[in-house]
Every structure is written in C-alpha cells, then in structure tokens.
C-alpha cells in the first residue's frame, strides 16, 4: 500500500474515532438499565441538605444587599481585613499576663455587645469571633487572630454554622478536620486548648428544616472524646443550656441560635471554669 494511502487512513481513523466516542457519550444505549442517569443521584449518593441560598439564586434576582455581601465573600472570604487593625495596635501581652483568645462565629462576636451583657470586664480576653463564619473560614485566619496574638489559651467555639451550610455542604469530617487542625496548631505554639460544645439548636432561622439536633449531639460527642484523647479542655455548654428538643429556650436565645443577656450569663462561669482548668495544668 502506497506510503501517502496509509498516511490517509490513520489521519481518518484519528479524526473518526474522537466523533464516535462523543456519540457515544451523547447518545447512550437507552436499554442498558446499569447506565446511571447524568440527571439523577446514583444509590450511594445524597443531595445536599444544607446549602446557602444566596450560592444558588439567579444574579437578576439578588437584592443589593446579597450582591454586596457575596462582593465581600469573593474579595475576603476568611474575613482577614475585619481585625487587622485590631491586632496591629494590640499590644503583646504583659510580664505575667494570661491572655486568652476567644475564637468563634457570632455567638462569640455577639458577646459583650447586647445591652445588659459584658464581655469579661478586667480579664487579659481577646474577642475574635466573626459573624456567620464556619470552620475552614476560621482556620484560615487562626494563625492572624490568635497565634500571633501571643494568648496563653484560646477557647473555640465553632461548627453550627457549618452545620447550617453557611459556606456550602460539610460533612462531620470536614468540621472534625477544621477542629482538629486548629487544636493542632494552638498546641504547636504553645497555646492551651479548650474546645468548647456547640449551643443546642433544634431550627436554624436562616435555613429552616435543617433538623440539625441529632447532628448537634454527634458533632459534640466527638468534640468532647477529642479533647479527652489530646490534652484538651471541654466546655460543656450544651448540657447547661439544652430544652428537651434539643434546642434552646427564648429565655435563653430568642431566635434559638443566638444567647439573650441571660443566655450569655449562663455561659460565662462556665467559660471562666474552662480557662481557669486550663491555665492550671
């Protein structure tokens, strides 16, 4: 067979074959029943239960508002610049000074600005605590907003907002990761750790029907056998505060997620009894 013959017949087949592979793909034997469909979950795979809302909505039907905050969740997700200048005129703890970083989402932002509440009055603590944030956003900004703060112990507090799906779907592992890395990197630097519950919520306002209890009660199990099995302090403010739903009285929360003065008032010698514990060992 002729040189140029043979060139002409592979230069077809190599142009063939990628068409009859699309066509393949694009048009699927519609007998076979063992194809999974590309517009159905298989068996072992679930939809997502927990997802912002904002992330899935059309652009054209966005409120300003929504633009604007998902603006500032693409320029500075982990909300770096919010305490930079904060931490840049703080100055290194005192000869002797026991600082204490409190690390957390909005129950820990929260803390102190409620008229009626106080955020520990003449004690060497550090409210770092971010609204709406989840872990990987907090662990992202932990060595700005703790380690370099120099704190003898830091108290976190996160995960219901992952729990809620406030930066996309996560799974208990993802939060335990977040968790663990933190812990991981306080004790790297010398920083004590207490690992504290998260609050009992039985609905989150933002994204009704979440039915987040149970994953509340698992999430926490494994927050307090961490602690335990690394050196840890647990902070238990989920037993002190729990109705029998699992979740929050008015009393204590009026949205069920988020401390009233009185609820801030039950937490707090809990939080000293923690510190206290853990700047003893």
């Keep these: 067979m002729p040189a140029f013959r043979i ?37 072992d795979q679930s939809r997502p ?27 500075d997700w ?45 004690k060497p603590y550090v409210n770092r605590g ?6 990987p956003q907090m662990l992202v900004r932990f060595r700005q907003d703790v380690i370099d703060l120099k704190p003898a112990a830091v108290l976190i507090l996160a995960g219901t907002n992952d729990i809620a799906g406030n930066s996309g779907v996560s799974t208990p592992e993802m939060i335990e990761d977040n968790l663990r890395s933190m812990a991981e990197l306080a004790r790297a630097h010398h920083i004590r750790v207490i ?17 987040p209890a149970d994953k509340v009660r698992a999430l926490n199990a494994w927050i307090k056998q961490y602690a335990a099995a690394n050196g840890a302090v647990y902070l238990d403010y989920y037993s002190a505060m729990a109705n029998q739903d699992g979740g929050l ?17 039950r937490m707090a010698p809990l939080a000293e009894k923690a510190i206290e514990r853990a700047l003893s060992h």
């Design 7 to 43: 060139r002409t017949l592979l230069l077809a087949l190599v142009l063939i074959a990628p068409i009859a592979s699309a066509q393949d793909h694009a048009s699927p034997d519609q007998s076979r029943t063992d194809q999974p469909r590309l517009d159905q979950p298989r068996p």
């Design 49 to 75: 239960e927990a997802i912002d809302p904002l992330y899935t909505a059309a652009p054209s039907s966005l409120a300003p508002d929504d633009i604007a905050s998902l603006q500032q969740r693409l320029a």
């Design 78 to 122: 982990p909300q770096l610049a919010r305490y930079r200048e904060a931490n840049a005129h703080l100055e290194a703890p005192r000869p002797g000074e026991r600082r204490v970083v409190f690390y957390g989402d909005s129950i820990t932002d929260n803390w102190g600005r409620q008229q009626d509440t106080a955020f520990f009055p003449g």
């Design 130 to 135: 971010i609204a709406g944030q989840t872990t």
């Design 195 to 211: 690992l504290a519950s998260i609050l009992p919520v039985s609905d989150y306002p933002w994204r009704r029907g979440l039915q």
């Design 249 to 265: 009285d008015a009393e204590l929360a009026g949205d069920g997620v988020h401390p009233t003065p009185a609820g801030y008032a």
